[in-house]
Each structure stands twice: as C-alpha cells, then as structure tokens.
C-alpha cells in the first residue's frame, strides 16, 4: 500500500499565499502522477492540478496562474504553491498519487491513493 501524508494547510488572508505539500511512503512503488483535489463546504470534490512523473501539468481554470504543482519523483513528495488566494480557494485539499506497487503476488498493479485532507482557509 502507499500511503499520502499531507502537510502546510491553514488560515491565510484573501491574497496571501500557502504551500501544501505531500509525501507518498510504501514499498516497492513508482509514481506515475500526483494531484490537488479540493472540495470546498457543501460542494463536491474537484481537481486543482495534477501532474505527471516527467512534468506535465494540468490546472482547473479556476487556479491558473495563482497555483503551481511541482513533483520530486526521488522523493516521491508534490507540492502546490498558491498565490493569490480567494475566499473562493477556502475547502480541504486532498492529495491524491497514482502508479504502480508490488501486490501480494508479487506483480506490479495500479493503485490510486488519497491523503487525509488538510483544511485550507481564507478569510476576507
């Protein structure tokens, strides 16, 4: 199993800036990508970015040219800076990684794995 450990949520000003970071842990597993996935009160869970294990990004519009993802595949850790932040960006933010892991019969099978949720608020 890889498990996602989320870290750097919280309380920031409208305009301010927070850095979200992620660290995939198991054994035996390659990362094929990372993402930001939000679900803001009484909403339903969204994407805010992803990417790939060779850089390739992808944003919701809503977060273009306010957010950054990067990936360390060395590290197997993800990061999303944002900017700018909006009333609107208040939700839990959820880390989610995708790839490959040795499973119980020594093959290599998909997994797709969620961290906890930090909360990330911004006040007005």
């Known amino acids: 199993q890889v498990q996602l450990v989320e870290s750097g949520g919280g309380l920031v000003q409208q305009g301010g800036s927070l850095r979200l970071s992620c660290a995939a842990s198991?054994?035996?597993?390659?990362?094929?990508?990372m993402g930001w996935y939000r679900q803001p009160p009484r909403k339903e869970r969204e994407l805010v970015a992803t990417i790939t294990s060779n850089g390739v990004t992808n944003y919701a519009d809503s977060v273009k040219g306010r957010f950054t993802i990067s990936i360390d595949i060395d590290k197997n850790t993800a990061d999303l800076q944002m900017n700018s932040l909006e009333s609107e960006d208040t939700a839990v933010y959820y880390c989610?990684?995708?790839?490959?892991?040795?499973?119980?019969?020594?093959?290599?099978?998909?997994?797709?794995?969620w961290g906890q949720g930090t909360q990330v608020t911004v006040s007005s």
């Open positions: 989610n990684a995708g790839g490959r892991a040795r499973d119980e019969y020594g093959g290599l099978a998909r997994f797709s794995s």
């Open positions: 198991g054994t035996d597993f390659r990362l094929s990508a």
